[in-house]
């Protein structure tokens, strides 16, 4: 049981610290979002890119507990890309569909890119 409190730990610290640091690079909250949130973009693709790393280093559990899930699962939530693509194919549907792909396929190649 002490185990599991240990973890809970780590994924909670790794996701306070995940969430600052996205919201530092976003502005934090109440900032007008850019036409295009370019952002977000960034954080999505560095985090497929730091997500492919760990798992090449074959990290340990609680590593992969505090930085994979904790740190990168909060630096890159994906309710973040929903809303901010929804906006997006609301007011350009073809800018939406655009950007929805550009960061699913820039988020892919960056994974593959530290796997090779």
């Given at each position: ?5 240990v973890e809970l ?88 569909v655009v950007y929805a ?16």
């Amino acid at each position: 049981m002490a185990e599991r409190a240990v973890e809970l730990a780590l994924v909670a610290a790794g996701g306070f610290v995940g969430t600052l640091a996205r919201a530092a690079l976003l502005g934090g909250l109440g900032v007008t979002p850019p036409a295009v949130p370019w952002p977000t973009l960034l954080v999505y693709v560095s985090g497929a890119l730091a997500r492919a790393v760990l798992v090449r280093l074959s990290a340990g559990r609680r590593a992969r507990l505090l930085l994979g899930t904790g740190v990168l699962g909060a630096w890159t939530t994906f309710s973040t890309l929903a809303v901010e693509a929804d906006r997006l194919l609301v007011a350009r549907p073809l800018a939406g569909v655009v950007y929805a792909l550009v960061t699913v396929v820039a988020g892919l190649a960056a994974a593959q890119l530290a796997r090779a």
